[in-house]
Structures are given as C-alpha cells and as structure tokens.
C-alpha cells in the first residue's frame, strides 16, 4: 500500500553534483521523520542524513557541508541535494521514512528501492 520510489542516481565526475529525489505514496497520514541511508560495496549501510516533519536536519560527519537534505510535505517527497562529490561516497542510496497510515498508531518503517550513485576519479 504505501510505497516510496527513489530516482535521481547516476554517475558522475568527482567535483559534480546529484539530487535524489524519494517519494511517498498510498494511505498515509504523516511521516514524521524522513532519511537516505547509503551502503557502498562491502561495507556497512550507513545513515547520511534525516529530517524531521518540521524541518530539523542531521547530517553524517562525512557530508557535513556537502549534502542537503530537504522535503516537501504537500508532495511528501525528500531530496538530498549532493555537490561536491567524492569517489567515496559511491554507493547505493536508500530512502527512509517513518510513516504514520493511522493517526494513534505507532509510526513505522518504509524503505526505497536503492538509487547507484557512482563518483568516478
């Protein structure tokens, strides 16, 4: 029923720049914290940054400066806008969004689809 679909990846010359773009649909009542995780080959999957319903950002102290993340409660989408890219931040990018479908129930996870974003040196 609910669904969140990435697109926005690709390759890309380090120095350049990407925006991933992640949005929610299906029966939803509120999404009160949205986020990109991102999982580079045989490694860890790790937090990038999240954003709150009202606008309050964290950010991995690997993109500090670099990365944005941003989202449009009216399109329920989040975006992260990346400048400055570097050969190690390639990697596949995963959206997430905790999702409320029932106003007194507890919130709960949702995931993208996985977006390749590759930095060539």
């Known amino acids: 029923q609910v669904q969140l679909v990435e697109s926005g990846g690709g390759l890309v010359q380090a120095g350049g720049s990407l925006r991933l773009s992640c949005a929610a649909s299906?029966?939803?009542?509120?999404?009160?914290?949205m986020g990109w995780y991102r999982q580079a080959p045989g490694k860890q999957r790790e937090l990038v940054a999240t954003i709150s319903i009202g606008g309050t950002t964290n950010y991995a102290a690997s993109v500090k400066g670099r990365f944005t993340i941003s989202r449009d409660n009216a399109k329920k989408t989040a975006y992260l806008q990346m400048v400055s890219l570097k050969p190690e931040d390639t990697a596949v990018y995963y959206c997430n969004a905790k999702i409320k479908t029932v106003p007194v129930e507890p919130s709960r996870d949702y995931w993208g689809q996985g977006s390749q974003v590759t930095v060539s040196s």
């Open positions: 299906g029966s939803i009542f509120s999404i009160p914290d």
